[in-house]
């Protein structure tokens, strides 16, 4: 069995996965409620809540699966990239097992594994990956599209400025909807009507034919209007409070779909034959939707990850070593990185 560690930002978690790909154990301990008074992750309490959670919650995982620490054959740890306290408490403690356990250390890049999580399944082994996939990375730090070849991601955009989920969860912050704010704007989404008279957020365009991502106009924009029509969850009218909820993600939304199209159109034919979605915001049951519609219309298949495997799990992180061909490290070589290039 291979032992996945991930405690790069605000949940501590522990996994433990077959030889072929199947989870046995995949359990989270959820620092939210410790972060949600600052109304986002506050770095310090977070490795504070790693050192407390990691050895138990790794206890707890054998115990579940029924297995003993000689079933591990190998440990898997995100090195980055994240905060670089929290990524240090996962990492020595990966290093200190895979050292007294004699067994080898893969260091895990945090976006391979949500890369390759719509691939993971609780169930059963996992499915094999494509040889090729166009992969969308939609979380609170991240947003990208990556050409996956070969198991390799090759970048095709990045976020100039916010990424998508931050964007959901500082307007929600502004709005007084508690962290983390994407799920609760599309909690509220779903009553309202999208209106874009009432709210314009229009698609960024670069002048210099970039397809970046870039969220911060939106954020602006949607923080103006707010606050100029009295947009509130405590004391606003909550029937302008959904219309607006609505038109803000489906603007975030419309901005995705229209850097797919745009890179989609531009990729030189054979062009990959599916299209994954990953990251906390691929939890959103609206863009789910609007994704399958996507892949539909193109005859395109399109891998949507388990709703657990969205947000950061060490699932993920497991199932990234089991895809890489990198030898394991020497445990006492491996590095926590805030920043991966
Ligand atoms: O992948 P993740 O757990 O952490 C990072 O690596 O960033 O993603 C967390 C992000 C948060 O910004 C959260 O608001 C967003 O994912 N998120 C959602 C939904 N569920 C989580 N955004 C939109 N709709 C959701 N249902
Ligand atoms: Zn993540």
């Known amino acids: 069995m291979i032992l996945g560690i991930e405690t790069s930002c605000d949940e501590t978690s522990v996994a433990l996965l077959d030889g072929d790909g199947a989870v046995r154990v995949n359990l989270i301990a959820s620092q939210i409620e410790r972060h949600r008074p600052f109304g986002g992750v506050v770095p310090e309490i977070a490795s504070r809540e790693h050192l ?3 050895f138990p919650l790794v206890g707890r995982a054998l115990d579940d699966a029924r297995a003993s620490w000689s079933d591990i054959d190998r440990i898997a740890v995100t090195a980055g990239p994240g905060l670089i306290g929290a990524l240090l408490v996962g990492v020595a403690g990966a290093q200190g097992l895979s050292y007294a356990l004699g067994v080898p250390l893969t260091p895990v890049n945090h976006l391979e594994g949500h890369i390759f999580s719509p691939y993971l399944q609780r169930e059963g082994a996992a499915i094999s990956l494509p040889d090729r996939f166009l992969s969308l990375v939609i979380s609170g730090g991240h947003s990208s599209i990556y050409d996956v070849k070969g198991g390799r991601p090759v970048m095709l955009n990045r976020t100039r400025d916010d990424a998508i989920g931050e964007t959901f969860d500082k307007v929600a912050k502004f709005i007084g909807l508690p ?3 994407g799920p609760q ?4 989404a ?3 009507s999208i209106d874009r008279r009432r709210f314009p957020f229009p698609v960024p365009q670069f002048k210099d034919d970039s397809l970046d991502f870039s969220y911060s106009g939106i954020k602006a924009g949607a ?3 707010a606050r100029q029509q009295n947009i509130r969850i405590d004391g606003g009218d909550p029937k302008t409070l959904a219309d607006f909820c609505a038109t803000f993600q489906d603007a975030l939304f419309a901005q995705l779909f229209d850097r797919l199209n745009a890179i989609w159109s531009r990729l030189p034919p054979p ?3 599916e299209v994954a979605i990953a990251g906390g915001v691929a939890a959103n049951g609206t863009l ?3 994704i399958q519609a996507w892949g539909r219309d193109r005859g395109i298949i399109v891998r949507l990850p388990e709703k657990r495997y969205c947000t950061d799990n060490a699932a993920m992180i497991a199932f990234a070593a089991m895809q890489s061909s990198a030898e394991a490290a020497d445990p006492l070589r491996v590095h926590a990185r805030s920043r991966i290039a």
């Open 271 to 273: 062009r990959p034959t």
């Open 179 to 181: 962290y983390p704010g």
């Open 185 to 188: 704007i599309e909690k509220h």
């Open 52 to 54: 407390q959670h990691l």
């Open 288 to 290: 789910r939707e609007k």
């Open 190 to 192: 779903g009553a309202g």
């Open 223 to 225: 923080i103006r209007i």
